[in-house]
Structure formats: C-alpha cells, structure tokens
C-alpha cells in the first residue's frame, strides 16, 4: 500500500501549504503549515489510525476540558488525520525557565492526570507495571536490554503496583513547554500513554513537591522508563545507571 506523505496535506483545503521544518524528534516529520490562512502545525509519521484516533480524541477531551493543547483540525471531509498526518493548531509561549514556571507545569500535569482517570490504553502501549510481566510495548523492547537492567528497571516499576492510572504526557521537556502570564501549554503528545501520574512529577525544583520517599520512588520508576523507551542510546545507558541495583 503506498501512501500519499505529504500530498495528504491537500485533504485540509487547496490552499493548505507547507512552510518550515519544526524540531519534531526522530519518530516524526514535523512542519509549521499554513491551514485557511492561519499558522498551524502538520506532524507526519507512522503511527497506526488506532493509535491516531487516541491522541485525537485525547487532544480534544483536554481542549473541552480546558486545557491548551494543539488541537485537531479536521480536513475538508471532517477527517483528524490522513495516511499518518495529522495537522494541529499552533501553540504560542515559551519554555519553563523559573522555580515558580515548574510550580505552574507540576498544576497543568496534575489537571491533566484528574481529568483522564480511567482513559483506555494507547493502542500497542503498555504501562510500566504491564512491563513487569509484558516484555514489549510500542517502543520498548526489554529484550534488547541486558538482563541485569531489566531487572533493575522492573524493582523499580515494581514500586508503583496498585497506584491508580491515568494519561501521562511523558514528554514533559522545556522545549515541549509553551508558557504565558496566563496559562501553560503541553505539545508533543506522542508519547502520551496511560501509566501512573508519578511518572509525570518528576520536575525540577521538585516543583510537584513530592515528599521525599515519594519523590525517590517516582525518579527511580521515571529513570528506569526513559533508559527502557530510548535504550540503547548515550541518554538511555545514563539514566540506566540513575536506576538502584537490585
């Protein structure tokens, strides 16, 4: 089956454009686009419909809710995305620079983690308490990792058994971060997945002011997802080793 790439971008009018590449990661091509006559941004990638759908409808219960998110722009036909592309509003602001700018991140995350209790699975995902039986999930493969840090990552999943679940952005990074006087921004949801919200406030200035055994817990859970989905690269091998021996 061939498909249309970025041709798809002509099911969002005649004159929809592409302007500029975007930094987007390496999952994704990413562009600033021109929709109607307004900046908006188009994500190209090879994510399934089902996997598409749940980030859609995600992005759409938030902006309902609230929140500012990039939201969907449906094509011509009332579409959300076409062959893998999905165009989105733009979202204006900068990152988070300040103790207090953390502070405001750490309330965006917890509105976001109550207003999805209960939100079905991404589809393909699995959560970090599913990887202490499951081996495999969207990007991660344990079996690529040597034993000893599967299991050191799984006695630290192992520690959030029972915790309620909900959506987690799990890309919360400055440059994923668009803030103004008057609100907080989260862009980038592709890595967005159910798990449990610790994984989410692991923040700088320990601005979701965890007490100290919780906040121990959740860097250890945190650490051991980002060496699991990112193995085996030097960012991965290094939070490996944030990760306590067994």
Same mark, same amino acid.
């Given at each position: ?19 500029? !590449? ?7 091509? =990413?562009w600033s686009v021109r929709v109607h006559g307004q900046l908006a941004v188009g994500r190209l990638g090879a994510r399934s419909d089902a996997d598409l759908a749940w980030e859609t409808k995600l992005l ?8 500012? =998110?990039?939201? !969907?722009?449906?094509?011509? *036909?009332?579409? /959300?995305?076409?062959?893998?592309? %999905? ?17 405001? =991140?750490?309330?965006? /995350? ?25 081996a495999t999930g969207t990007k991660i493969d344990l079996g690529a990792m040597p034993p000893e840090g ?17 959506? %987690? ?14 609100? %907080?921004? /989260? ?6 997945? =159910?798990?449990? !919200? *610790?994984? *989410? ?9 965890? *007490? ?16 699991? %989905? ?17």
């Amino acid at each position: 089956m061939t498909t249309l790439g970025w041709k798809a971008l002509g099911q969002w009018g005649e004159d929809a454009a592409r302007i500029e !590449p975007l930094a987007g990661g390496v999952a994704n091509d =990413v562009w600033s686009v021109r929709v109607h006559g307004q900046l908006a941004v188009g994500r190209l990638g090879a994510r399934s419909d089902a996997d598409l759908a749940w980030e859609t409808k995600l992005l759409q219960h938030l902006d309902r809710e609230g929140l500012t =998110v990039p939201v !969907p722009i449906p094509t011509t *036909d009332g579409r /959300l995305f076409v062959d893998g592309l %999905v165009v989105m509003t733009y979202v204006e602001g900068g990152p988070a620079e300040t103790e207090s700018d953390w502070s405001r =991140v750490a309330d965006t /995350l917890r509105r976001l983690h109550q207003l999805t209790q209960g939100w079905p699975q991404r589809p393909g995902w699995r959560s970090s308490t599913d990887l202490l039986h499951a081996a495999t999930g969207t990007k991660i493969d344990l079996g690529a990792m040597p034993p000893e840090g599967v299991a050191r990552c799984r006695a630290a999943w192992a520690r959030l058994i029972g915790r309620q679940t909900c959506v %987690v952005h799990s890309d919360h990074n400055p440059g994923n971060i668009r803030m103004t006087s008057k609100r %907080v921004a /989260l862009i980038d949801w592709d890595e967005s997945h =159910v798990d449990v !919200p *610790d994984l *989410d406030l692991v923040l700088p200035h320990n601005a979701a002011c965890l *007490d100290g055994d919780e906040l121990e817990i959740a860097a250890q859970a945190s650490a051991a997802w980002e060496a699991a %989905v990112c193995w085996d690269d030097e960012f991965a091998i290094r939070r490996l080793a944030e990760v306590r021996a067994v």
